[in-house]
């Protein structure tokens, strides 16, 4: 997904036209809009052709295939607690993954994290994640919360469950998450977790969705692949 400063500035004029719209602006940049001084909280785009700078991840470790087959891979997205710290709706990703990972030990299976630097399709990084799973159990996570578990030998868009509407998302979905994930290693009957739909949610966050899309896209590095991810870096 190839961005330009054209449309980089662009989202952003509507990012910061929904955020006044809304009140949501902090006050010193109202005051900015007041004097016709654009709003940036010291981000300005000027001179600039991405979102934010590329993160180094010189010296990773690229993730090991695993053999424990209580293994549970959870793949995060490749600005996961580096450039985001906060889900669309400002859950800590520290908390989102803390929960994931206290779901998988409820029922006795283990979890490992990695970083996913060659996709930002949220259905690839499960199944990528899964590929690495010893068990062949794996579970995706955007930074933006949008969450999928998956099985190894499944076509990526057949996954085990999907959970789309990421502003909808609890710290007890991710950790009901965490104990589906499990199960489905352990071979056990899962019921499907419920999940809220709410048909406003897409067009109230559309603009953050797809402004957190590019962040996250930005940063993705092929070359890399898929690295130890042990927290912020």
């Given at each position: 997904?190839?961005?330009?400063?054209?449309?980089?500035?662009?989202?952003?004029?509507?990012?910061?036209?929904?955020?006044?719209?809304?009140?949501?602006?902090?006050?010193?940049?109202?005051?900015?809009?007041?004097?016709?001084?654009?709003?940036?909280?010291?981000?300005?785009?000027?001179?600039?052709?991405?979102?934010?700078?590329?993160?180094?991840?010189?010296?990773?470790?690229?993730?090991?295939?695993?053999?424990?087959?209580?293994?549970?891979?959870?793949?995060?997205?490749?600005?996961?607690?580096?450039?985001?710290?906060?889900?669309?709706?400002?859950?800590?990703?520290?908390?989102?993954?803390?929960?994931?990972?206290?779901?998988?030990?409820?029922?006795?299976?283990?979890?490992?994290?990695?970083?996913?630097?060659?996709?930002?399709?949220v259905c690839?990084?499960?199944?990528?994640?899964?590929?690495?799973?010893?068990?062949?159990?794996?579970?995706?996570?955007?930074?933006?919360?949008?969450?999928?578990?998956?099985?190894?030998?499944?076509?990526?868009?057949?996954?085990?469950?999907?959970?789309?509407?990421?502003?909808?998302?609890?710290?007890?979905?991710?950790?009901?998450?965490?104990?589906?994930?499990?199960?489905?290693?352990?071979?056990?009957?899962?019921?499907p977790i419920?999940?809220?739909?709410?048909?406003?949610?897409?067009?109230?966050?559309?603009?953050?969705?797809?402004?957190?899309?590019?962040?996250?896209?930005?940063?993705?590095?092929?070359?890399?692949?898929?690295?130890?991810?042990?927290?912020?870096?």
């Amino acid at each position: 997904m190839e961005m330009n400063e054209q449309l980089i500035r662009a989202i952003t004029t509507a990012v910061v036209e929904q955020l006044r719209n809304n009140g949501q602006l902090p006050v010193e940049e109202q005051e900015k809009l007041k004097k016709n001084e654009t709003p940036d909280s010291g981000n300005s785009l000027r001179g600039r052709t991405r979102m934010k700078p590329r993160h180094s991840y010189a010296g990773a470790q690229r993730a090991p295939k695993g053999t424990n087959p209580k293994e549970v891979v959870i793949g995060v997205g490749a600005a996961f607690q580096t450039e985001i710290r906060a889900t669309i709706t400002g859950i800590p990703l520290e908390e989102v993954i803390r929960n994931v990972q206290a779901g998988i030990e409820e029922e006795g299976m283990v979890s490992r994290v990695v970083k996913v630097l060659d996709t930002s399709d949220v259905c690839f990084m499960a199944l990528e994640s899964a590929k690495l799973s010893g068990s062949g159990i794996g579970i995706g996570i955007q930074s933006k919360g949008t969450t999928v578990i998956h099985q190894k030998d499944l076509y990526p868009l057949s996954n085990l469950e999907l959970f789309p509407q990421a502003p909808l998302m609890t710290l007890e979905t991710y950790r009901a998450i965490g104990r589906n994930a499990a199960r489905y290693v352990k071979g056990e009957k899962v019921t499907p977790i419920e999940s809220t739909n709410d048909p406003m949610v897409r067009a109230k966050f559309q603009v953050k969705a797809a402004l957190m899309h590019i962040i996250e896209t930005e940063q993705l590095d092929p070359e890399k692949g898929m690295i130890v991810w042990e927290g912020v870096r």
